[in-house]
């Protein structure tokens, strides 16, 4: 089984352009992201794929893997699908270029639902992390999941799900981290499905396998972290850093 990471990187994000390029810790964020992935010594190969030529001369100037993409994609699964289509791989895992402080242990996890997955009955594997402050989960920047008694995903939503309407009942929340594996042939019939409604609506390009049938395994995690959205997070994570 051939397994690479693939580390979508978009110059211009909406919230917070330029983050990736950002100092943390003496070097930018997406390069801190890629050493980090490659340390972890999980995958057969690691790539950047980019649409900003600083990113791609960044990561290529420390002697590391990148490509540039063709077309201009609007979710990172799109730009990740462009580099993989003629490439000879069964998992795919998508490393969010704002997540420097990925680890072995949850990558290690979402690799195993695939090697323990026979029937193949698993399209792609997430993660997702246990939260309790009511901020957070009010918060539409992080998004939540819900799941049924295996794991899998029944939604996501930027808002809180479940809706504590009966307050006396306990429910978990859990926030959805953007890292994901996939079979490739998954991966390629997202590349190739237009978005429908609810997708739109979110803006959760995840919604989108849910909507036309596929099985996301989720795989709780303890590891938090910080993903660099706005410039606050990025104060955060170099606090964490040092």
């Known amino acids: 089984m051939k397994i690479i990471a693939m580390i979508p990187a978009r110059y211009k994000a909406s919230r917070f352009p ?43 100037g420390i002697g590391g893997k990148a490509v540039m993409s063709k077309k201009e994609h609007e979710c990172g699964s799109d730009r990740i699908a462009e580099a993989i289509e003629f490439m000879d791989i069964d998992i795919v ?35 997702m992390v246990h ?14 999941v819900i799941v049924d008694q295996q794991n899998f995903a029944l939604y996501f939503s930027r808002s ?4 504590p309407r009966d307050k006396e009942i306990s429910v978990k929340y859990y926030k959805h981290k953007g890292v994901y594996a996939f079979r490739k042939d998954a991966l390629m019939d997202f590349y190739r499905l237009p978005m429908l409604s609810l997708e739109a609506s979110e803006k959760i390009e995840c919604i989108r396998y849910l909507e036309y049938g596929k099985r996301i395994k989720m795989v709780e995690t ?13 104060e955060r994570a170099k606090k964490l850093w040092k």
């Open 18 to 60: 330029a983050k990736l390029m950002q100092d943390l810790g003496g070097k930018p964020v997406i390069t801190r992201t890629y050493e980090a992935t490659v340390s972890t010594n999980l995958f057969d190969d690691v790539i950047v794929v980019t649409d900003s030529d600083i990113i791609y001369n960044e990561i290529v």
């Open 93 to 127: 895992v998508n490393v969010q270029g704002d997540e420097p402080f990925t680890e072995v242990e949850s990558l290690q996890k979402l690799i195993d639902v695939f090697k323990t997955d026979n029937e193949k009955a698993i399209d792609l594997a997430s993660l």
């Open 131 to 144: 939260i309790t402050d009511e901020d957070e989960i009010k918060n539409p920047n992080t998004v939540k």
């Open 160 to 163: 809180p799900i479940p809706y």
């Open 222 to 234: 303890h590891v938090q972290g910080v993903e660099i959205d706005t410039p606050e997070d990025l």
